[in-house]
């Protein structure tokens, strides 16, 4: 029997196959049964699934998060395609399957990105400026490998912050041969640290997948708590005081209107243009998502976080 | 000659007093002259004064600020009266005054303030909260006492900070007797902490007005100057996490609004309270302050601080 | 068999009660039978019962809000405990039941309550302010008694209009020591009469539940009604017309913004106050409800009145 | 020497006229003396007028809103005509003017504007809805005759309240013949009675010129005096209750939004278009008003009233 | 057999009649076996219909907006009036239908509404703007016939487009009589034209009920894509510039705030006027249908369009 | 005698130059006569000059904008320089100025500019694209080539909008290196074409300073005139209509905002990020511009362009 990706599954087919479990929920058949219902995905989509007449340990057994191995016919129920699950087993080590196959992540590999930021910091010429985004970079750098960059927003996927940093430091590397007044330091430097204490305020696990978000994360936020982080290191090292309050103005700005979390909008040039690099490519990430969903002449639905919008996909050739 | 206080000049008085610089400019005459045109202050009213054909050594030597005493005619121009003076100089440490005298001061003398906000300090039990707020206050202590509250909006009086914390603090200990559930050590803690990087946020001199804020107070603000605050004293004496960050979750939310600066709203019930007695104590205080200009049965002006509102003097006694 | 409260109830009790029904509906199973669906409460919780099988008679005769008296098995279905009614009938006089164990009530008792808001005005001076206060809030007694203060919202229980003003009016004397500028009988008086036509404005049945708004209460509003009221009480005795005035406007901006109703905001410090004590006092009561039903170091979810915030239980004591 | 209107005067003139004082003030020349600077209106415009070298009785004899005579020569300044006064004195009984010769009157005759409103009001069949509202524009008929709608925005003319009442009733009526389901009695009273508390909410003098709000006016506002209006009416003659009701309905929400003053909005169809009857005659006047002082193809000044914007004259014809 | 209208129904009835679909979905009931669960009106109301066993051939054949011919059983489930289907076919040509009868239609017949439009720009003196409008109405007038002017909201019926313009035609001649120095000949081109792109910017079917919005409507809007009407038209003809401009100015800002759709606010009275024209139509229509459905002394749920709002219906006559 | 810059001026110069009259304005001396009060400005600088006791001629002769030559002495005046003119004239061809040394500019040659955008026409692939470009630049190339992007705002010097324009394609080049699913042709042209019918919206001289607003720009604004004009060449060269319909779509999308003169938000990425692209190319060029003012480690005032925001000189190194 085939192993196939979700994609592949036509009405008829016997499958074979390692699926994350996304959610999974035990309900009641008219019948009086319990049976489990799932929502299984690996990384070409997603399909509802049914194990009839489960027993208390399946119950116990099957937990969102966790990878198995399925077999099951795929039938279709009112117009969608549905797994009826015949034999099921939690995956193994000796399955030797990539997390990359079974969750949306990043399109380029946690430690190469991570690379390539440091070469970035390595641009950074004053030492200050250096020492305080190392240390806190080395520090998150354990989290920032898969951690997203929001619960249900743009880049929550796998390594989805990391990614995020590096095309903000592409683009501000760009920009700044177009504005040449900026302090590249400054710029880089906030566009690192910007969103870094996500890992602080988010909690996920190593799916990528944020479960919740922290205490702290609640009462006083990744800007804030990025602010202390700053505060913290600069003392530590002995960091010159302007720059240290400078950095710190660049993450507290960089959401720029007091309503989504900036008590003081930018007043250098770097953190207005941090603001908008970060929008930018938030807005870039979900508007190329929203297009990849539909066919070109078409719109999609409204989109939440693009204020609801629909996004239309041209019949122009795309890059 | 007499000594006269600036509510007791009649038109065509020749008095002789002391009074502080407001403002001065330096202007020129119809005849082409110069001549200098001073506010005048003292604690009973202000009153504008002129010194006619002074000398290029007068106009430097008179500035915003200083004290001085001064002879001249009592005139009225226009419907006001005006001070032509005849004779200026600085005063001097033999001539004794009391700053008192001569600025709009809270009620209170700041020393005894001062000792009122120690005895709520003492009635804090958890160890944490008390050692973090003394240790802030007493770093603070010399700006507070003579510290205002604000540049031009409420409590814009010397120590009018301290008069606001310790208001407060009577408003929160009562408030308390009512709503059992609240713990005080947070509330009085929230109470004198909420504002207490004002004195980091402006700069002041020795006479209660603000000339400026520091660079750090315009990039980040007191609010955020205040989270720092408690950062650094709780990491320094080992204080519990969640209590330090309750403290700052106080600090960051009691404006409320995020257009006010607070990216976070109340999320404890004593973070809430704290915003409702800050805006009681600062609206008192305009409102009366409005009410003590006006006739009975009067409005006042529209006031901006009071969001441009009319206030009305009842002719029904006052407390 | 014991008589058990629905928050003592465990999967596999055969149990007997008194209960409230909160809500009923008739729907229809699966094979086409008829069964009652109910929603019971008691003042220590809720739970759904289902009477499988009911007769035309059972439907017309067990309706919304009757206390009825039930025995049945506790079973657990999907997760929650559910009550399968075997025996059901109407509760008599007989039962002798108090109605305070099964809505939620105010923590005090009406007629106490009541009292002690009588002794309030027993403190007012001014005896036009005192007349109109005693003519009115004894013209709704009957009511007040058992009125809630709201639908849904803050004070959503019997009794609770009485309590909020009761609560409100120990705040009003306390701030007025602090404060002391202020006519305690304007305070007091605007205290009272803030809210009472809600007891035009919504229509209550005994057990302090909202049914729905009155015609006018939808047309006009209790802010309005409230100032009629006072309007015609005033003519009557032939109130001073600054004194009615007053108490107009304290009822017209309590609201404070014109987006919640009142068109004018206060313009004297009492009116200022007392929007602040009404404030306070539903968020001191919403926030405590909410904490009340989380454990120590968790969240809320998001509650709709506090404007979609969380509310924090900490660690720390209460009170 | 010939009487002239402003409209008339020419640079070197040497006049004499009739003219009202809109405002006056002694000022103080480069020389130090006295001299008074008015405003003069007629009906066909306005000019600078000064009065050099006054004396103490003069300053104190003439008065804004006084009718006065003048003597004096035209004069340019700096491109503006100015009238030089020679001889001034206060119009007399014997010198036989009409008010209408010198403030802006609404276009027609007040009383014969009374009477067209009538007849509206002999039109309604409903007979409580006629008693109310003729008791009320009985009992306001002498302030109705002569205030304005308004103190500076639309309608700020002599007798402009009954012109823009007036006005609202023939559109009323006009619009109920192409929506034929709507009530007309409650619209023409809804018409009537919308801004009648105008009259006690502002103090006008005879000559239509708005001086003050009321102190009631300022606490309550016309919105609330109106509905107190209607009560009081209502309750008298034993009205109808929904009657009375409704249309205190219509008074509340005219102004449509809670920021404007109505805390509810329209709940029926003739309050909805009493609404935009009101707005359209506001509207329709302040545009006319800022045509007639452009030439065609202009753009006027930003117009406050209009939020700010240009009017365009067009080069079409109008009418 | 009877053939019956959808309200006269009746429990028990064996009927027969003709209906519109206005909506089907096939559902599997609790045995499995797949059913047509229908929506069908008629112009007296609606009703659930279901199809128990359908073949393969009727979920293929039964379509949204087809117009059927059932016979069935009236049966009551849960409350409410269901008709079992005995029988079903398609209507045919023989069956001689008007779909007046079917779907909900404006109240006049859409060619005489064209013909009554056509009689106001009969009356239109300017020959450019006359030609524009006629060269439009005339382009447009196949669709008019049958569009309605939403796609949910007010006049969303059958020929409501065109129903709208006449009705707001009517009001424009009424008001220019009282306001009369407004140029008739814009405003009724403006009524004529506000609206227009609206058959560009939807796509409805013949049933008056639209499907979708089409991508330059959704990408522009009726608003733009009008003005663009209206330019090449104009520049087709040679009009004078102004006209064509005031023409685009009318249509440009008849929703009035930008956040509807206007980027600038109408500057001629003309264009201020036709706002609200729209906007009373807009309420009298929406307000009339929601009172159409219930009783005296009643109000309606809140409704969206009306801003959520409810609507309450007077005891009192209408019309 | 030497020729001067503004900026080399000092107190009690005697000096000679050229510069352009910015504005100038006849006032009356307290001697009661005449005299020109002139601003004057060269590209270093602006000084506030007199011409005492002018002659009618004078008043005549000497206007805005003029270029003039003028000898004078350098005083200082209350703090500030001033010139007391003696000798004054206009420029003449003789004396060889050029513009550039007279009005800011943008920092670039127009022509080189001009022919630096038509390299990035070139590089447009789409022939219909690049058409309707072309031929939209060309017919505006005598306006490009000095008109500024704005009245009072972000490059308002002479050829701002061309240089506002080369700058967003540089930095849309190159963030389409980082975004690579974007279509160029689009971007480049939306860059090129958003702005462009400023030169019909505004009336602007050869200076580069707009005097006036055109009444089509008033009445329907640059967006909807830069639509019209995409729409007639789409239309003429027969264009595809989604590229012409995609055009339109970004120029009416590009200030993002309905409040803003947007109704439709950005639906392709193309046109989010020209949004971005436009106002970080304000937001640079304003924020530099600040910063060029003032010393390191000082504020600027609040800056009204960027929502009253002061701008901070770091003492960081620029670039």
Redesign the interface.
């Known amino acids: 029997m085939e192993i196939k990706k979700i994609i592949e599954f036509q009405n008829g087919d016997y499958i074979e196959g390692f699926f994350l479990i996304k959610s999974v929920e ?3 058949s ?1 019948n009086n049964k319990n049976y489990m219902d799932f929502t299984l995905i690996d990384n070409t989509g997603e399909i509802n699934a049914k194990l009839w007449e489960c027993t208390k340990e399946d119950e116990e057994k099957y937990l969102q998060y966790q990878l198995i191995k399925v077999r099951g016919n795929v039938i279709e ?2 117009g969608r395609l549905q797994l009826k699950i015949v034999k099921i087993r939690h995956a193994t080590k000796e399955d030797n399957l990539n997390i990359e196959d079974y969750v949306l992540c990043a399109p380029q590999n946690p430690q190469y990105m991570f690379d390539e930021v440091v070469k970035y910091i390595e641009k950074i010429e ?1 030492q200050d400026i250096k020492k305080i985004v190392e240390s806190i970079i080395y520090e998150s750098k354990d989290k920032l490998l898969f951690y997203p960059a929001a619960k249900i927003n743009h880049h929550a996927v796998r390594s989805g912050l990391l990614y995020h940093i590096l ?1 903000m430091l ?2 501000a590397e ?2 700044s ?7 590249t ?2 710029l880089f430097a906030g566009v690192i640290l910007h969103d870094i204490a996500k890992v602080d305020e988010m909690e996920a696990n190593k799916l990528g997948i944020v479960s919740d978000y922290s ?2 994360g ?4 990744h ?2 708590q990025g ?2 982080k700053i ?2 290191v600069a ?1 530590k090292i002995g960091a010159d005081e ?2 240290s ?2 950095l ?2 660049m993450v ?1 700005s960089h959401h720029y209107e ?12 770097e953190a ?2 941090l603001h ?1 690099l970060d ?2 490519d938030a ?2 990430f979900d ?2 998502k929203a ?1 990849e969903g539909i066919n070109s ?1 078409d ?1 999609s639905d409204k989109i939440w976080i693009l ?1 609801n ?4 996909n ?6």
Chains 1, 2, 3, 4, 5, 6 share one sequence.
Request: no cysteine; proline share 5%; net charge positive.
């Open positions: 035990v309900k009641t008219s129920w009112q004053n095309t592409k683009s760009r920009l041969e177009v504005y040449t007044h900026l302090n330091d400054l205490s702290e609640q009462l006083l936020g800007i804030i602010i202390k505060d913290r003392t302007e720059i309050m400078l710190q103005h507290l007091p309503e989504f979390g900036s008590p003081k909008r930018p007043m250098i040039p207005e243009l908008y929008i930018i807005r870039m508007m190329q297009i002449g719109f204020h919008r629909k996004v239309y041209s019949n122009l050739k795309k890059g």
